[in-house]
């Protein structure tokens, strides 16, 4: 372990042996790396876990300076656990680099081995580091699809987790990809609008820029193609707090002479590269499928929104997209590229396994208390809400901030908004009630429905190899 400081915080970096398949926890092995954050003052202090699970899929935590953002509040009352999900940051990445090990194989042994990284072996590795690192439940928050985990924490291993808090990721349990995206097309062709109208000027700028792409190969800085439809995704940006003053300024002057500018060759590149996050890509539509096939989801259903049609211009504003993985995407990528065979498969598997048990969480025990935006973007407000409701106890707040937590630029630590997310009520439980709670397995109370496949002994109600029990 490296521990070092920033002003007013004590970081520890910490990594930890998980195994790549829970359901092989003596096969081959990954590492999962994770930072605490704790207040200098109170670093001493016997204090509760907080753990912190990421938007993405396929992004690394934040990396802190100091007590900035939501970590100021935090850190009054926790010592924070900032995890880099399996995949991403400094734990054991999955990219092109390190799956080209297995090209040999074949994509079929890339896309097996892709299968791994998706919210329920997330949840079990972070029921592996808890039990390292204390006996007692945890407090988690989750992050858009960091609070996507959160739910499958409760679902199938609740005994894990004292609180829950989850911003602006309240999934749909039984909504299908289908059905994600039928929702999201919606929510884009609403911000568009809304775009427009702020900033009229725009649709003639995005149409010169369409116009141009349609009669010429132009190619960003790292050789993918920029084609209209590349150009479209953009709009990814219109989910944010300031995502429409970002998408105006881009656009604001995109040529130089006759020519697309250097700038806006490169500010699109930013937008459009997967470097940061491959498995973002590799993993979206992923994250939403249970026991079907995604398809390529986003591509099928965009056919039902013609607003979106590349080829419909004219009088007609450009409609930009949203949060959504095309094929061309994985084509078009250099750092996807190697991986297309293997994303292609994956969008053809049809036997992924349960995400969320409605069962479970109809009973839930665990205090929880969830911010959803009210023209969210990217998750939408009619998924989730029945899915506040499904959940026992679950205490929501519906804003339109989007600067809380996760959408833009947090709202600053104290204000009446912040404190207000954060505030979940905590009624006093025994241990023995915290251990009485529905698991996996258990076919009474909350166990109930479908039969799940069968869970590793770290999410079971057995001591785990020598761990601490809870």
Same mark, same amino acid.
């Given at each position: 372990?490296?521990?070092?400081?920033?002003?007013?915080?004590? $970081?520890?970096?910490?990594?930890?042996?998980?195994?790549?398949?829970?359901?092989?926890?003596?096969?081959?092995?990954?590492?999962?790396?994770?930072?605490?954050?704790?207040?200098?003052?109170?670093?001493?202090?016997?204090?509760?876990?907080?753990?912190?699970?990421?938007?993405?899929?396929?992004?690394?935590?934040?990396?802190? /300076? @100091? =007590?900035?953002?939501? +970590?100021? %509040?935090?850190?009054?009352?926790?010592?924070?656990?900032?995890?880099?999900?399996?995949?991403?940051?400094?734990?054991?990445?999955?990219?092109? /680099?390190?799956?080209? !090990?297995?090209?040999?194989?074949?994509?079929?042994?890339?896309?097996?081995?892709?299968?791994?990284?998706?919210?329920?072996?997330?949840?079990?590795?972070?029921?592996?580091?808890?039990?390292?690192?204390?006996?007692?439940?945890?407090?988690?928050?989750?992050?858009?699809?960091?609070? *996507?985990?959160?739910?499958?924490?409760?679902?199938?291993?609740?005994?894990?987790?004292?609180?829950?808090?989850?911003?602006?990721?309240?999934?749909?349990?039984?909504?299908?990809?289908?059905?994600?995206? !039928?929702?999201?097309?919606?929510?884009?062709?609403? /911000?568009?609008?809304?775009?427009?109208?702020?900033?009229?000027?725009?649709?003639?700028?995005?149409? =010169?820029?369409?116009?141009?792409?349609?009669?010429?190969?132009?190619?960003?800085?790292?050789?993918?193609?920029?084609?209209?439809?590349?150009?479209?995704?953009?709009?990814?940006?219109?989910?944010?707090?300031?995502?429409?003053?970002?998408?105006?300024?881009? +656009?604001?002057?995109?040529?130089?002479?006759?020519?697309?500018?250097?700038?806006?060759?490169?500010? *699109?590149?930013?937008?459009?590269?997967?470097?940061?996050?491959? $498995?973002?890509?590799?993993?979206?539509?992923?994250?939403?499928?249970?026991?079907?096939?995604?398809?390529?989801?986003?591509?099928?259903?965009?056919?039902?929104?013609?607003?979106?049609?590349?080829?419909? &211009?004219?009088?007609?504003? +450009?409609?930009?997209?949203?949060?959504?993985?095309?094929?061309?995407?994985?084509?078009?990528?250099?750092?996807?590229?190697?991986?297309?065979?293997?994303?292609?498969?994956?969008?053809? #598997?049809?036997?992924?396994?349960?995400?969320?048990?409605?069962?479970?969480?109809?009973?839930?025990?665990?205090?929880?208390?969830?911010?959803?935006?009210?023209?969210?973007?990217?998750?939408?407000?009619?998924?989730? *809400?029945?899915?506040?409701?499904?959940? =026992?106890? +679950? %205490?929501?707040?519906?804003?339109?901030?989007?600067?809380?937590?996760?959408?833009?630029?947090?709202?600053?630590?104290?204000?009446?908004?912040?404190?207000?997310?954060?505030?979940?009520?905590?009624?006093? &439980?025994?241990?023995?009630?915290?251990?009485?709670?529905? %698991?996996?397995?258990?076919?009474?109370?909350? @166990?109930?429905? %479908?039969?799940?496949?069968? !869970?590793?002994?770290?999410?079971?109600?057995?001591?785990?190899?020598?761990?601490?029990? #809870?």
């Amino acid at each position: 372990m490296i521990t070092f400081r920033h002003p007013g915080t004590v $970081l520890t970096d910490r990594f930890f042996a998980v195994p790549l398949d829970h359901q092989r926890p003596d096969g081959e092995q990954i590492e999962v790396f994770a930072r605490e954050v704790v207040a200098a003052d109170k670093a001493d202090t016997d204090l509760p876990w907080l753990l912190f699970l990421q938007g993405g899929p396929g992004f690394g935590a934040q990396r802190p /300076k @100091g =007590r900035d953002s939501w +970590l100021n %509040r935090a850190l009054e009352d926790y010592r924070v656990l900032l995890l880099d999900q399996r995949g991403t940051g400094r734990s054991s990445p999955a990219n092109r /680099k390190t799956l080209a !090990r297995l090209a040999a194989a074949g994509p079929q042994a890339q896309a097996s081995y892709l299968t791994h990284f998706r919210a329920d072996s997330i949840v079990l590795d972070a029921e592996l580091i808890r039990r390292e690192l204390t006996g007692e439940p945890w407090s988690v928050l989750g992050q858009s699809f960091g609070g *996507m985990c959160t739910v499958t924490y409760l679902s199938f291993a609740p005994h894990g987790v004292r609180e829950a808090f989850i911003t602006g990721g309240l999934p749909g349990l039984t909504a299908t990809p289908d059905d994600v995206y !039928r929702h999201t097309y919606r929510a884009v062709a609403a /911000k568009n609008a809304a775009h427009y109208e702020r900033y009229p000027q725009d649709a003639d700028v995005a149409r =010169r820029v369409a116009d141009y792409l349609d009669t010429r190969e132009v190619r960003l800085p790292d050789g993918a193609p920029l084609t209209v439809r590349a150009f479209q995704s953009a709009g990814m940006m219109l989910g944010q707090a300031d995502g429409s003053h970002a998408l105006h300024y881009l +656009l604001e002057d995109p040529f130089a002479g006759d020519e697309l500018s250097d700038a806006f060759l490169y500010a *699109m590149m930013d937008q459009l590269s997967f470097a940061s996050g491959p $498995l973002y890509a590799l993993l979206h539509e992923a994250c939403y499928a249970q026991g079907c096939a995604t398809r390529w989801a986003a591509e099928r259903i965009r056919t039902e929104f013609a607003e979106f049609d590349p080829a419909v &211009r004219g009088s007609t504003p +450009l409609y930009f997209t949203g949060e959504m993985i095309y094929p061309w995407m994985i084509d078009a990528d250099p750092v996807l590229r190697p991986l297309r065979e293997a994303a292609g498969i994956l969008a053809e #598997r049809d036997d992924w396994p349960p995400l969320y048990d409605p069962a479970r969480l109809a009973v839930n025990e665990v205090p929880a208390a969830a911010a959803v935006y009210y023209n969210d973007m990217y998750v939408d407000r009619e998924l989730s *809400m029945p899915t506040a409701r499904a959940i =026992r106890g +679950l %205490r929501t707040w519906v804003t339109s901030d989007l600067t809380v937590f996760c959408r833009g630029r947090p709202v600053p630590p104290g204000t009446v908004g912040w404190n207000r997310a954060w505030t979940v009520p905590r009624p006093q &439980r025994s241990r023995r009630s915290h251990r009485a709670a529905a %698991r996996p397995g258990d076919r009474g109370r909350g @166990g109930g429905g %479908r039969r799940h496949r069968p !869970r590793p002994d770290h999410v079971r109600p057995v001591a785990h190899r020598g761990d601490v029990p #809870r």
